[in-house]
C-alpha cells in the first residue's frame, strides 16, 4: 500500500472514532438540539456524514448497494429518509434531528465504515490524477440506484470535476472532517457539558 493510501486509510478510521465518539459521549438531548434556526444538530451532521459516505464510496468505489440498504437501516434508524441531505428542508433536519435512534445511527456508521475498509485495497491499483468515466458512473447509478431523488447527470459531472484521488480524499476524509467542524461550532452553542474541549 502506497504512503498516500495508507495516510488516507489512517485518516479515515480516526474520523469515524471521532464521529462514534460524538454519538456514544454526548447526551441524546445535546445531540438532538438545533441551537439556532440555520444551525443543523449534532446528530444530523453525524447522520449526513455517514450517509454521504455511503452513497459516494459504495457506488463509485467498492461498488456494492449501499450499507443503508442491505442493512435496511431505513426502518432501523427510525427516519423516513433516504437521500443523503442535500436539499432537506428544514423542518425534515428537525424531524430528523428530534426521531433518528442514536444506536442504531452508530450501528449504520459502523457499516459505513467496514464497507468503506473494502474501498483500500480496490483503489491501491487505480490511477488517482484520472477523473472516473462518465459511463461508469452513469452505470453505477442505474445498477445501484438506493438514493432517493438523484439526479444522475448532476452526479456524473460532480465525479467527473475532480481526480479520483480528489474524489476519495474528499469522500474517505475530507467531507466528514468538515461536519466535524461544524458539530464543534453546533457543541459550542448548546448549553451544558461540551463534547469538544479545546
Known amino acids: 500500500m502506497h504512503t498516500a ?33 440555520n444551525m443543523n444538530s449534532m446528530v444530523w451532521s453525524v447522520w449526513h456524514s455517514f450517509r454521504s459516505e455511503d452513497a459516494c464510496i459504495a457506488r463509485f468505489v467498492v461498488p456494492v448497494q449501499q450499507a443503508f ?22 423542518a425534515d433536519v428537525t424531524a430528523l434531528s ?3 435512534d442514536i444506536v442504531q445511527l452508530q450501528a449504520y456508521g459502523q457499516a459505513v465504515a467496514a464497507m468503506s475498509a473494502q474501498a483500500f485495497a480496490i483503489v491501491a491499483d487505480w490511477d ?17 440506484a438506493d438514493l432517493a ?9 460532480y465525479a467527473l470535476s475532480m481526480t479520483r484521488g480528489a474524489y476519495l480524499y474528499k469522500h474517505l476524509y475530507g467531507h466528514s472532517q468538515y461536519h466535524l467542524g461544524e458539530i464543534s461550532a453546533i457543541d459550542g452553542q448548546v448549553p451544558g457539558k461540551r463534547f469538544f474541549t479545546w
Not at 488517482?128 to 445501484?144: E, H, L, V
Open 5 to 37: 493510501l495508507a495516510s488516507l486509510q489512517e485518516a479515515h478510521q480516526q474520523t469515524h472514532r471521532a464521529l462514534q465518539g460524538i454519538l456514544a459521549e454526548t447526551a441524546a438531548e445535546r445531540l438532538r438540539t438545533r441551537p439556532h434556526a
Open 69 to 90: 440498504s442491505t442493512g435496511d437501516f431505513l426502518a432501523r434508524m427510525g427516519v423516513p429518509y433516504t437521500g443523503d441531505g442535500f436539499g432537506m428542508s428544514d
Open 98 to 100: 428530534n426521531g433518528i
Open 128 to 144: 488517482w490524477q484520472t477523473p472516473f468515466a462518465a459511463q461508469d458512473i452513469r452505470a453505477a447509478c442505474g445498477t445501484y
Open 149 to 157: 431523488d438523484d439526479d444522475v447527470e448532476s452526479t456524473v459531472g
